[in-house]
Nanobody, 116 residues
């Protein structure tokens, strides 16, 4: 089992920045590919970004490419999502995800609201 706890969400204005954190516990963090997903009201959950176990490889949704950066600190068992130039359409609940060995785990999510 892996427990994931997100933090760092909030209410910001368009153009502002936020950094989300996801702290993991329960298993060897570096064994897991980590990702961020988001779900806006009335919409399906969508992929935002992912990072490999070592952090060398990252991938992003086209909608956030160039504005968001995913990173991880395996010594701190934490994955981050730096979000810059936020837009109202980025408003959503952001959840982190851990995948390995055929299993998948999710955090509870943190709300990000961007006002125009």
């Amino acid at each position: 089992q892996v427990q994931l706890v997100e933090s760092g969400g909030g209410l910001v204005q368009a153009g502002d920045s936020l950094r989300l954190s996801c702290a993991a516990s329960g298993r060897t963090f570096s064994d897991y590919t980590m990702g961020w997903f988001r779900q806006a009201p009335g919409k399906e959950r969508e992929f935002v970004a992912a990072i490999s176990r070592t952090g060398r490889t990252t991938s992003y949704a086209d909608s956030v490419k160039g504005r968001f950066t995913i990173s991880r600190d395996n010594a701190k068992n934490t994955v981050y999502l730096q979000m810059n130039s936020l837009k109202p359409e980025d408003t959503a609940v952001y959840s982190c995800n851990a995948r390995a060995f055929g299993s998948e785990y999710w955090g509870q999510g943190t709300q990000v609201t961007v006002s125009s």
